[in-house]
């Protein structure tokens, strides 16, 4: 009788482990959700809606993508993902605007440390732009002003995210240039306020500028190391006298607590969306990097890029 008893408990313990193997295995058990904070056309957008593509023509996993834009300020949807079900299917997907929000506005208490991190996928350059009638014909006249007018040009921005910090940036290269920065939004909210009148100059990045220049967006530079592919035309802030470059990288991340054959199918599914020609030929058009970076590796650019960005955004706070 003990040794039948015995034997129903090792089968059941068995059946159990057997069980939890698949359970273990099994990720993805429904859609995956993919939250962007910012409006559809920006080079986040396009690069999740890019994986979710390459997912759809190759099944790289037995579930769907669904890729949700939460507009405004990016801390909106990053809190959002930072207080959802850590169940292993929301992910997020920002830039150095996570990292640079942390230094520049510490009330929200958000950080790229309350997220588990996924994986790194490429990045981009950016440009400075103003319409097409601007009275500023080059990135000099802009400069100019803003050193002879500090706080006159009103330029939209992200507080916090890279427009803000690009813009920044921009004014340092040249002692007492000061410009006004208004909290619009992302690409698409800051070519609206462009076009409309609110503001003077933004920045856009390559896929939000090929969007929007039929609109009557004019480029002043390019902040990448070298001119774009897309855009051979327009010298880089470099060739035009402004020593910087500024090209931010794409970040996944989930809620603190997700299970690690999550985070880890995750990122297997994107490093093979990376190799697929979908996203080759997209991120080549949108003049994006095919870099690819996790674990280990990832989080240690994270602290790099974190101990980089920090100067610049406490530069950019108000006083």
Not at 18 to 31: H, N
Not at 224 to 253: H, L, M
């Amino acid at each position: 009788m003990i040794r039948r008893i015995l034997g129903l408990v090792a089968a059941a313990a068995l059946l159990g482990a057997s069980f939890g193997a698949q359970a273990q295995g099994k990720w993805p058990e429904k859609p995956i959700r993919v939250i962007v904070p910012f409006g559809p056309g920006g080079s986040s957008d396009l690069l999740a809606r890019m994986v979710q593509q390459a997912n759809q023509e190759q099944k790289l996993v037995d579930q769907p993508i669904t890729v949700i834009n939460q507009g405004g300020h990016f801390s909106v949807g990053a809190t959002q993902v930072k207080n959802a079900d850590p169940d292993g299917h929301t992910f997020l997907l920002l830039h150095i605007a996570l990292l640079s929000g942390e230094i520049l506005d510490p009330a929200r208490k958000l950080s790229y440390r309350d997220f588990e991190p996924v994986a790194l996928t490429g990045g981009f350059c950016v440009y400075p732009v103003v319409m097409e009638n601007s009275k500023f014909k080059s990135l000099d006249d802009l400069m100019k002003e803003a050193q002879a007018n500090p706080n006159s040009i009103i330029f939209g921005v992200n507080i916090g995210a890279i427009n803000h910090m690009a813009g920044v940036m921009l004014e340092q290269t040249r002692p007492g240039a000061k410009f006004r920065f208004v909290q619009i939004g992302g690409g698409a909210e800051n070519y609206a306020a462009l076009k409309g009148g609110q503001t003077q100059v933004a920045v856009l990045s390559d896929s939000e500028y090929q969007n929007f220049k039929g609109g009557g967006v004019r480029a002043l530079g390019y902040t990448g190391p070298k001119r774009a592919d897309a855009e051979p035309g327009i010298a880089t802030v470099r060739e035009q006298g402004y020593d910087f470059d500024f090209c931010v990288n794409s970040y996944w991340f989930a809620p603190k607590g997700t299970p690690k054959a999550a985070t880890e199918g995750m990122a297997d599914l994107l490093q093979k969306a990376m190799q697929s020609q979908t996203m080759r030929d997209g991120m080549k058009k949108l003049s994006l990097s095919t870099e690819f970076m996790r674990g280990d590796e990832f989080r240690k650019n994270l602290d790099d890029t974190f101990k980089a960005i920090e100067p610049v955004a406490k530069a950019a706070r108000p006083q």
